[in-house]
């Protein structure tokens, strides 16, 4: 205050149009500062109650000071990760890389990927003086937000992991959201892109791009087989595409029989995937092949180590230095994790509600899973049934064929929507006698059959991890009751 009372004095000999930028400006800063100190006064309330702080914060900060993402000083490094799937887990591990590298990083790790939470992010690289003290900042960016965070934040590299359909009510179809990252990703943003993926590897087209991708497997289709194929057509001409090959949804190497529309070369290329050997060779532009420690043998995750991969090594860092970071991290444990006991293992895995896709992989990588299992599903949006409606349609988009085998003994629906999820599974051809449902998902834990179950699988959604983690002590005390 006392220096924009100076500043307003010595600037009255000014003309009143430059006087009045003048004082905007010295407004605008003042709002700032303000803005970081009463923020991180709040977080420090905030975390003394025993809570994250990961939103509030970036609430607080918007209100002093609307363009405070404009205004914050930026990390020498910003990246930004995008996409409908696979972005959490991708984020933290390019974090978690960067760390041990030994570079200061912040990042919003628990998936706080909105306005708030990434005004958040912006405020934790900066000390009270809004002076930013990082290294780097990684953003995990909710897509359809993109358009609110990317102008501002004007990353140095954009990583969109794809772009499937997901919840209906909240993000409408690919094409909308693509449209949304097309729009609002500035031109010198260079993009990390899934060359398998039919939407995003579209992206900006006259930007610098770098592509990874997986060749072609064993176990590869070359027609879409999954119930949800987004991307079919040519975007040139229309006409339907080919598939050299394809791995599930629109995901795969495409091509156009009437046009020269394909699928672009991938820069860094997964030329072999050894799931029993835990390794994963990946060919570079210069045609060098490269081997890396495989993280976790799920499809999905196959795609974000690549990622990562991708990442770093354009950034600058070795291959030596990569495979070395790469050997030392995992993929989150908010994302998957595994306790054993007695004989039966309890696994969590996320199996992200109201999207269909996201959902189908995991129901996939489940179900080919050796041993004999029981799998419950808690999918249910945990805010929705607080003060919404969820739209229902996205269930009957699941593929629960997939549990339509001899070695799944029983499948438990839990949650609100549970019935729904019943009938569904009924659709499927699971027998009757092999579905439970209950309406609490803690209480459903207790019509778990055990008896000869190797693992047991607890499938839940982003907003139903915690619950999820009742469920699963629940289980373990069965468990170690019953040995």
């Given at each position: 205050?006392?220096?924009?009372?100076?500043?307003?004095?010595?600037?009255?000999?000014?003309?009143?149009?430059?006087?009045?930028?003048?004082?905007?400006?010295?407004?605008?800063?003042?709002?700032?500062?303000?803005?970081?100190?009463?923020?991180?006064?709040?977080?420090?309330?905030?975390?003394?109650?025993?809570?994250?702080?990961?939103?509030?914060?970036?609430?607080?900060?918007?209100?002093?000071?609307?363009?405070?993402?404009?205004?914050?000083?930026?990390?020498?490094?910003?990246?930004?990760?995008?996409?409908?799937?696979?972005?959490?887990?991708?984020?933290?591990?390019?974090?978690?890389?960067?760390?041990?590298?030994?570079?200061?990083?912040?990042?919003?790790?628990?998936?706080?990927?909105?306005?708030p939470?990434?005004?958040?992010?912006?405020?934790?690289?900066?000390?009270?003086?809004?002076?930013?003290?990082?290294?780097?900042?990684?953003?995990?960016?909710?897509?359809?937000?993109?358009?609110?965070?990317?102008?501002?934040?004007?990353?140095?590299?954009?990583?969109?992991?794809?772009?499937?359909?997901?919840?209906?009510?909240?993000?409408?179809?690919?094409?909308?959201?693509f449209?949304?990252?097309d729009?609002?990703?500035?031109?010198?943003?260079?993009?990390?892109?899934?060359?398998?993926?039919?939407?995003?590897?579209?992206?900006?087209?006259?930007?610098?791009?770098v592509?990874?991708?997986?060749?072609?497997?064993?176990?590869?289709?070359?027609e879409?087989?999954?119930?949800?194929?987004?991307?079919?057509?040519?975007?040139?001409?229309?006409?339907?595409?080919?598939?050299?090959?394809?791995?599930?949804?629109?995901?795969?190497?495409?091509?156009?029989?009437?046009?020269?529309?394909?699928?672009?070369?991938?820069?860094?290329?997964?030329?072999?995937?050894?799931?029993?050997?835990?390794?994963?060779?990946?060919?570079e532009?210069?045609?060098?092949?490269i081997?890396y420690?495989?993280?976790?043998?799920?499809?999905?995750?196959?795609?974000?180590?690549?990622?990562?991969?991708?990442?770093?090594?354009?950034?600058?860092?070795?291959?030596?230095?990569?495979?070395?970071?790469?050997?030392?991290?995992?993929?989150?444990e908010?994302?998957?994790?595994?306790?054993?006991?007695?004989?039966?293992?309890?696994?969590?895995?996320?199996?992200?509600?109201?999207?269909?896709?996201?959902?189908?992989?995991?129901?996939?990588?489940?179900?080919?899973?050796?041993?004999?299992?029981?799998?419950?599903?808690?999918?249910?949006?945990?805010?929705?049934?607080?003060?919404?409606?969820?739209?229902?349609?996205?269930?009957?988009?699941?593929?629960?064929?997939?549990?339509?085998?001899?070695?799944?003994?029983?499948?438990?629906?839990?949650?609100?929507?549970?019935?729904?999820?019943?009938?569904?599974?009924?659709?499927?051809?699971?027998?009757?006698?092999?579905?439970?449902?209950?309406?609490d998902?803690?209480?459903?834990v207790?019509?778990?059959?055990?008896?000869?179950?190797?693992?047991?699988?607890?499938?839940?959604?982003?907003?139903?991890?915690?619950?999820?983690?009742?469920?699963?002590?629940?289980?373990?005390?069965?468990?170690e009751?019953?040995?």
């Amino acid at each position: 205050i006392c220096i924009w009372i100076y500043e307003e004095k010595s600037l009255s000999h000014h003309t009143p149009a430059r006087f009045k930028r003048k004082k905007e400006t010295i407004m605008s800063k003042l709002r700032y500062h303000i803005a970081v100190m009463a923020a991180k006064f709040s977080k420090v309330i905030i975390r003394l109650s025993g809570r994250n702080g990961t939103h509030t914060p970036g609430v607080v900060a918007r209100k002093i000071c609307p363009d405070f993402m404009a205004q914050a000083p930026k990390a020498p490094l910003c990246i930004c990760v995008t996409g409908t799937n696979g972005k959490t887990t991708v984020s933290n591990m390019l974090t978690d890389m960067l760390e041990k590298e030994g570079k200061k990083v912040v990042s919003n790790r628990t998936g706080s990927n909105i306005v708030p939470g990434c005004v958040t992010n912006l405020l934790n690289s900066v000390n009270w003086l809004g002076r930013c003290r990082v290294d780097a900042t990684v953003f995990e960016v909710d897509e359809r937000a993109s358009r609110l965070i990317l102008p501002y934040v004007k990353p140095d590299y954009l990583v969109v992991t794809n772009l499937f359909r997901d919840s209906l009510k909240r993000n409408a179809h690919p094409d909308y959201i693509f449209s949304v990252i097309d729009t609002y990703c500035p031109d010198t943003t260079k993009l990390i892109l899934n060359a398998d993926e039919q939407c995003s590897s579209n992206l900006k087209p006259n930007s610098e791009h770098v592509y990874f991708g997986i060749g072609k497997q064993d176990d590869d289709k070359t027609e879409p087989y999954n119930l949800i194929a987004d991307y079919t057509l040519c975007p040139k001409c229309g006409t339907k595409l080919k598939f050299n090959y394809l791995r599930y949804h629109h995901i795969g190497n495409a091509y156009c029989p009437n046009c020269d529309y394909k699928s672009a070369d991938a820069d860094y290329l997964a030329t072999k995937v050894d799931k029993e050997g835990k390794k994963l060779i990946v060919r570079e532009k210069d045609g060098n092949e490269i081997e890396y420690a495989l993280i976790h043998d799920a499809l999905f995750n196959i795609y974000n180590e690549l990622t990562v991969i991708t990442m770093m090594r354009e950034l600058g860092y070795s291959s030596d230095e990569v495979k070395k970071r790469i050997a030392e991290i995992h993929v989150p444990e908010s994302r998957y994790s595994e306790t054993k006991v007695g004989n039966v293992t309890v696994v969590q895995a996320l199996s992200k509600g109201q999207s269909a896709v996201s959902s189908c992989r995991t129901f996939e990588y489940v179900a080919e899973e050796p041993g004999k299992k029981v799998i419950m599903i808690a999918e249910d949006d945990f805010s929705d049934r607080q003060k919404s409606i969820e739209f229902i349609g996205w269930i009957y988009d699941l593929e629960y064929e997939q549990f339509a085998r001899d070695d799944v003994m029983q499948v438990v629906c839990c949650g609100p929507r549970c019935l729904d999820h019943r009938v569904r599974a009924l659709i499927a051809g699971i027998p009757e006698e092999k579905i439970a449902w209950d309406l609490d998902e803690v209480a459903a834990v207790d019509k778990v059959k055990l008896e000869g179950v190797d693992k047991v699988y607890i499938l839940y959604d982003c907003d139903t991890y915690g619950i999820s983690c009742k469920m699963k002590q629940k289980l373990l005390k069965r468990l170690e009751d019953e040995k």
